[in-house]
């Protein structure tokens, strides 16, 4: 599911959203975190896997997790700041407009999906005259979030940057970044993103309840599936999205590491599902990656 997806891999696409639902019941906290090891036998820093929003009562912290924010001298985040609602929408705002002439927005989808793209504008109350100079990524986005009914305000993320206001604060992307991604992707791709947030406009609250239980109980199995669905299964669209921002990522944090750091690295939890994984990266980089939690 792209409503899915998203919200594994994206921090910036649900900082600011979020609507009142009835509380979902939710299992134990139990959420995957791993613990990275120097050859020498020390601890580097620890890699956790968040979820960006969660439905209103989730309860996600165990005594592992905090032992381990405790522990860290470094929160090292995807985009930190999040509770900049200013701007968080002035950015998305000046890299979504277009001075060029866009086609109507039905044109950027295929024929078959156009009266479903119909419905999904009435249901978040827009009209397609709306999107006139609106590129493809920005609507894509925009129409994603009309399924949401999680809390940004619960998200992981804000929590542990609330947890380490006093300590060093790291962002792998920061707000433009995170968008960059998107604003740079080809056409192409642009609509093959927003094709597939129309053709899969069916996420309901039990959809996102379910997701939260998957990332609550640790299952990294089940959550990589789901990052595999619909979008992440186009080559073009993983590596731009998934792969190569987690390469990118893993560099960064050996920096970190030699620098003689500890961070808590917190980002969504497809990037830490394999393959391709930062746990598998780094790995690779000559470091044990040992999953605690």
Not at 160 to 184: N, Y
Not at 235 to 264: H, M, Q
Request: with cysteine.
């Amino acid at each position: 599911m792209i409503r899915s997806a998203l919200a594994l891999w994206v921090t910036v696409l649900l900082a600011a959203c979020g609507q009142d639902a009835a509380a979902p019941e939710l299992p134990p906290a139990n959420p995957a975190l791993w613990e990275v090891t120097r050859a020498d036998g020390g601890t580097a820093g620890w890699l956790f896997g968040t979820i960006h929003a969660l439905p209103e009562g989730a309860r996600w912290r165990t005594p592992v997790v905090d032992k381990a924010i405790v522990e860290a001298d470094m929160l090292v985040v995807e985009a930190k700041d999040l509770a900049d609602d200013g701007k968080l929408a002035a950015t998305f705002t000046r890299l979504s407009h277009s001075a060029d002439g866009l086609p109507p927005l039905s044109q950027r989808v295929p024929e078959a999906l156009r009266a479903r793209l119909r419905a999904l504008l009435a249901k978040g109350g827009y009209r397609e005259a709306d999107f006139k100079a609106i590129e493809t990524w920005a609507a894509a986005l925009m129409l994603a979030q009309l399924a949401d009914d999680s809390i940004g305000e619960n998200g992981v993320d804000r929590a542990l940057l609330r947890d380490f206001r006093a300590r060093r604060v790291e962002e792998l992307e920061g707000i433009e970044g995170q968008f960059a991604i998107f604003d740079s992707l080809p056409e192409e791709d642009q609509r093959d993103l927003l094709g597939a947030v129309v053709e899969e406009d069916t996420m309901t609250a039990g959809d996102t309840a379910k997701l939260a239980k998957l990332w609550l109980a640790g299952d990294m199995t089940a959550i990589a599936k789901e990052g595999d669905e619909g979008m992440l299964a186009d080559p073009e669209l993983r590596a731009a999205l998934l792969t190569d921002r987690n390469i990118a990522w893993a560099e960064r944090l050996e920096s970190f590491y030699k620098a003689g750091y500890r961070p808590f690295v917190a980002v969504g939890a497809a990037h830490l599902a394999p393959p391709g994984g930062l746990p598998e990266l780094l790995e690779a980089r000559g470091y044990t990656v040992r999953r605690v939690r």
